[in-house]
T-cell receptor, first 111, second 112 residues
């Protein structure tokens, strides 16, 4: 089974700080890497996604950095806010089908 | 108001009982998916369907069954063969299988 390894399991950041979550994958055929945000009792919502033809994608305070040679990608949340407190999942797939999810990171942003 | 709806929000199952979780979408999406989420774990794919009257097993299909008789509906049955059914079940859909998946609000299944 293809795996996506996500770290850390939990993260505590002060308001205004930078939150960084990392993921590593094994299958070199993966070509789609989304990040999902999930609040308690809710379904995950797509946050941002990247394909391996670029090394970085930014949307507002959220940035994905992608390192194809290392088979790693990460989510950076700039100026973290208490409202960002949620569980974040990375995922990977080939052509956006059959997503393989990481185990999740519970982010807490302290006011 | 377009989106994916799941019902019920909470569902209780007795020993030996089959229960069915509902998933409906009005987004005109072709592909639909069922995932299971356990505490502290990522989502695991149970079944997926690319078109009406067709579906494939995911990574953890044992003890579950699905049907896809209508494009907008993809119900999941948790059978008595699923010995550890307590989990949060999430339905998702995408325009077709190669596009971004959008998730419903989930159903939490508990065993009495």
């Amino acid at each position: 089974q293809q795996q996506v390894k996500q770290s850390p399991q939990s993260l505590i950041v002060q308001k205004g700080g930078i939150s960084i979550i990392n993921c590593a994958y094994e299958n070199t055929a993966f070509d789609y890497f989304p990040w999902y945000q999930q609040f308690p009792g809710k379904g995950p919502a797509l946050l941002i996604a990247i394909r391996p033809d670029v090394s970085e994608k930014k949307e507002g305070r959220f940035t994905i950095s992608f390192n194809k040679s290392a088979k790693q990608f990460s989510l950076h949340i700039m100026d973290s806010q208490p409202g960002d407190s949620a569980t974040y999942f990375c995922a990977a797939s080939k052509s956006a089908r059959q997503l393989t999810f990481g185990s999740g990171t519970q982010l807490t942003v302290l006011p | 108001d377009g989106g994916i709806t799941q019902s019920p929000k909470y569902l209780f199952r007795k020993e030996g009982q089959n229960v069915t979780l509902s998933c409906e979408q009005n987004l005109n999406h072709d592909a639909m998916y069922w995932y299971r989420q356990d505490p502290g774990q990522g989502l695991r794919l149970i079944y997926y369907s690319q078109i009406v009257n067709d579906f494939q097993k995911g990574d953890i299909a044992e003890g579950y069954s699905v049907s896809r008789e209508k494009k907008e509906s993809f119900p999941l049955t948790v059978t008595s063969a699923q010995k550890n059914p307590t989990a949060f079940y999430l339905c998702a859909s995408s325009i077709h299988e190669k596009e971004t998946q959008y998730f419903g609000p989930g159903t939490r299944l508990l065993v009495l």
